[in-house]
């Protein structure tokens, strides 16, 4: 076999793994976009219960950093927004959320016991407790959040992820101890599409030019085979 059919066989051998690997994520991803998101267009999941004996529940040291510098323009160009909505699980309390900066949550919480959520065990929140009294101010009259809602029935705020380090947080509107509620947190963003299409183009023509390699190298093989059998033949017998 001449060694550019070798060098095509390996090549297209090594080539078919990864080039079917991003086929298979395209696909996978543009079935997503398509079937995995609600009727606003998000990636959504449900905590049917969200509750504390303390004045809030809070998501904290949420860093993002899209690099040195401002990293603003990362997020704009990535297009993404997180929903959040609670609902109290009493009709007749109102219900806040917000989001802002970590420094904050931290001063506005400083000395004052609230549980925060570190992990999710099968979708179920994992706490932490972090001690103090319960005496807070009304969290709708403080000014330095970020984005916030608060009210009766379901709240709502769709925040564009900034650089940074954040916090949310889910407390009664009143500031009073004793937070139950639902939560739906979803996510979008306007790259997922066109990366899905990406990924399923250049899948598809790596997938393409791994089998045409792979074809070209075994098609060489299989001539480089064919006078070796001829000659193994045994030689015809003399006639009788």
């Known amino acids: 076999m001449r060694p550019s059919r070798i060098v ?3 090549i297209g051998i090594v ?33 049917e219960r969200l509750s504390t004996d303390t004045v809030a529940v809070t998501t904290e040291d949420i860093e993002l950093d899209a690099g040195p510098g401002s990293g603003d323009w ?15 699980s009493d009709p007749d309390r109102d219900v806040f ?22 992990d999710l065990d099968a979708g179920d929140p994992v706490y932490e407790r972090r001690p103090g009294g319960d005496e807070v101010a009304a ?16 709240q709502e705020i769709s925040w564009e992820p900034q650089d940074g380090r954040w916090a949310a947080v889910l407390m009664n509107a009143d500031g009073t101890p004793g937070v139950i509620a639902e939560v739906n947190l979803g996510a979008k963003a306007g790259f997922v599409l066109p990366l899905a299409i990406s990924l399923l183009v250049v899948g598809a023509v790596l997938t ?23 000659a193994s033949l045994p030689p015809p017998l003399p006639p009788q």
């Open 97 to 118: 959320i917000g989001i802002a900066r970590q420094e904050d949550v931290t001063a506005f919480l400083d000395g004052v016991a609230h549980d925060e959520i570190v």
């Open 139 to 154: 969290p709708a009259e403080e000014t330095f959040w970020d984005l916030s809602a608060s009210g009766s029935g379901t």
């Open 74 to 88: 990362v997020f704009d160009l990535l297009d993404a927004d997180v929903r959040l909505r609670a609902t109290a």
């Open 15 to 47: 080539l078919v793994v990864p080039s079917l690997a991003l086929l298979l994520g395209g696909g996978a991803l543009a079935v997503g976009y398509a079937f995995g998101r609600d009727d606003d267009g998000y990636f959504a999941s449900t905590i």
């Open 208 to 230: 393409a030019v791994a089998v045409g390699l792979i074809i070209f190298g075994a098609l060489g093989a299989r001539r480089h085979q064919v006078p070796n059998e001829v």
């Open 8 to 10: 095509a066989l390996v």
